[in-house]
Structures are given as C-alpha cells and as structure tokens.
C-alpha cells in the first residue's frame, strides 16, 4: 500500500527565514499532489496543488516543487511569520478513486 | 458563512451507545467525503458521495459505521455501539462539479468525539 512519510518531528525556524517542509511517498506517483494547512482543532485547508507533470508551483510565499523520480515533495515558506505556525498536510490524489491519501503532517514553529 | 459546517463539533458518549453526525458541505458541491482523524496524525479516509450515491467505501469503515446523504445534499455519519477506539476526530469536506477527481476538496471543522 502507499506509504506517505513527513517529519514527525516539529521543525523550529526563525521569523523571516524559509521553512522547507518534506513530503515522500512509496510506490506509484499520484495524478496530484496537495498541501494543506491545519491549525489544532480545526480543519486543513488547502494551500497548492502540484500536478504529476508538473515540477513546481507557487502562490504568494509558497512554493511546492514534485520531483517524481525521487517520489518527494518539497514546500517552502519564504519570510516565514509567526502566523505560520501550524501543521502542514501532504496529500496523494491518484486517478484511480477520489480520496485523499494524506501524510502524518509536519509542526511548524516559528518564533518571533 | 458559506463553508462545509459539521454538527456537532463535540461529541462525548459512553461505550456501546450510538451517534450520528452531520455536514453540511458547500452549496453546490456535488462531491462528499467523510475522514476520520487521530492525534498526531493525518486525515484517513473513509466514504465518499458524488451525489446520493455513496461510491466508495473504506476498509476502515466497519459494519458499525454507516453513511448517507438522501437527497445529495447534507450527509451524516452513525456510529453504532461505539468503542473507545472510534474516539477521534470525524472531518467532512466536499468538493465541486466540474472537477475529474474532486481534486480540490474543503473541510469543515470536525467533530470531535470522546467515547468514555
């Protein structure tokens, strides 16, 4: 079965500096893969989507690059606030159902 | 507020009772999706509606879960004879027509449950 790994462990960065998040998964590339943000006790909310012909994508501060042949993902968050501070989401969509294959999430800290 | 609501956001219930939530996805959206989440981990999947009808289904979901959404609108999710094993978080989100694959899916809040 698909395996998608993130760094369980929180990542900790300072205020302004790039945070690079990293998403790998097993197995067979994804039509889609996605980013999602969720803050404790609410829902994610999606951030990018990056498609598999696709090398890298951006939206404001973000930034999501899909490398098929190493099977990873990376996202970064350029001048990172405070307000960043969350847990990010990678997540699989293949062509073959509708879900949403999800990652366990990386901790991001960033302290003022 | 136009985004999927859920209902409850807390549930706390006792072993071997049931309960029943609902969402409410974005007007619209013809796509419905039930996952479930526990702490320190990603969403998991466990049902999906384009429309009423409920076109997949997860290993995840047991004979003691079960889904519906009569007329593709609102959709909820009962859980019989719950165990302290189903405490987690139960999230909805929906996403629109138009898409191949639902691609682009909104969550709502979750409702939380605690089985005693």
């Known amino acids: 079965s698909q395996k998608i790994e993130q760094n369980s462990e929180a990542l900790n960065i300072q205020e302004g500096k790039t945070a690079t998040l990293t998403c790998n998964y097993t197995?067979?590339?994804?039509?889609?893969l996605q980013w999602y943000r969720q803050d404790p006790g609410r829902g994610p909310v999606f951030l990018l989507l990056i498609r598999e012909n696709e090398k890298e994508k951006r939206k404001e501060r973000l930034k999501v690059t899909f490398d098929t042949t190493l099977k990873q993902s990376l996202f970064h968050i350029t001048a990172s606030q405070p307000a960043d501070s969350a847990t990010y989401l990678c997540a699989l969509l293949y062509n073959a159902g509708n879900m949403l294959t999800f990652g366990g999430g990386t901790r991001l800290m960033v302290k003022p | 507020d136009t985004g999927v609501s859920q209902d409850p956001r807390h549930k706390i219930t006792k072993r071997g009772q049931n309960v029943t939530f609902r969402c409410d996805p974005i007007s619209e959206h013809n796509r419905l999706y039930w996952y479930r989440q526990t702490l320190g981990q990603g969403p998991e999947f466990l049902t999906y509606?384009?429309?009423?009808?409920?076109?997949?289904k997860s290993r995840l979901l047991s004979d003691r879960f079960s889904a519906e959404r009569p007329k593709g609108s609102f959709s909820t999710l009962e859980i019989q004879r719950t165990e302290q094993g189903d405490s987690a978080m139960y999230l909805c989100?929906?996403?629109?027509?138009?898409?191949?694959?639902?691609?682009?899916?909104?969550f709502g809040p979750g409702t939380r449950l605690l089985v005693l």
């Open positions: 197995n067979y590339s994804p039509a889609y």
């Open positions: 509606f384009q429309n009423e009808a409920q076109l997949e």
């Open positions: 989100a929906s996403s629109p027509r138009g898409q191949t694959l639902g691609e682009t899916q909104y």
